[in-house]
T-cell receptor, first 115, second 112 residues
């Protein structure tokens, strides 16, 4: 099956710093990647959709200047949380799909803790 | 995308079949039924999907009623590792948006 990796798996940072999370599709070319976040005991919420080479499309209520998404290649998308604050602490999960199939494959997630 | 309704929790004895129901009474003709599961602190895992015919793979079987208003995911021989939250998602395939809407799912607990 298709494999999606994320790095790092967990990160702790100080308030005000920026954190970059990488999402890679290891054995397929991901034409579309998605970023979700999940707060404790809640379901996944879509943050943004990115297509390779295009600007990301953000969901309502998600600040595009705070959550920078780059999808520069068909195997890599990055999410940068800028000026992180404690309320940004969450489980961030990416998923990827490739042309010709509609199934999304998810990464293992990144747990961000902002002190 | 059509809304789905799932029971919040279920228990199943280890080794028995786990049958997880999902109602999607407003499903439209071009919408598929997808099932994912999320084991604690991990990313969701794709299980199976179907349109109107029953489907089976190495993980599970998907039974869709003839009117497509409900479906059942069957794990034939549940193990402790199947303890997870199971999400039933209905969405049109090959849409431009392509995103998945995760509801609250069913928390399945497999009991030894």
């Amino acid at each position: 099956g298709a494999v999606v990796s994320q790095h790092p798996s967990r990160v702790i940072c100080k308030s005000g710093t920026s954190v970059k999370i990488e999402c890679r599709s290891l054995d397929f070319q991901a034409t579309t990647m998605f970023w979700y976040r999940q707060f404790p005991k809640q379901s996944l919420m879509l943050m943004a959709t990115s297509n390779e080479g295009s600007k990301a499309t953000y969901e309502q209520g998600v600040e595009k200047d705070k959550f920078l998404i780059n999808h520069a290649s068909l195997t890599l998308s990055t999410l940068t949380v800028t000026s992180a604050h404690p309320e940004d602490s969450s489980f961030y999960i990416c998923s990827a799909s490739h042309a010709g199939t509609d199934t999304q494959y998810f990464g293992p997630g990144t747990r961000l803790t902002v002190l | 995308d059509a809304k789905t309704t799932q029971p919040p929790s279920m228990d199943c004895a280890e080794g028995r079949a786990a049958n997880l129901p999902c109602n999607h009474s407003t499903i439209s003709g071009n919408e598929y039924v997808y099932w994912y599961r999320q084991i604690h602190s991990q990313g969701p895992q794709y299980i199976i999907h179907g349109l109107k015919n029953n489907e089976t793979n190495e993980m599970a079987s998907l039974i869709i009623t003839e009117d497509r208003k409900s479906s059942t995911l069957i794990l034939p021989h549940a193990t402790l590792r199947d303890t997870a939250v199971y999400y039933c998602i209905v969405r049109a395939s090959f849409t431009g948006a392509n995103n998945l809407f995760f509801g609250t799912g069913t928390r399945l607990t497999v009991i030894p």
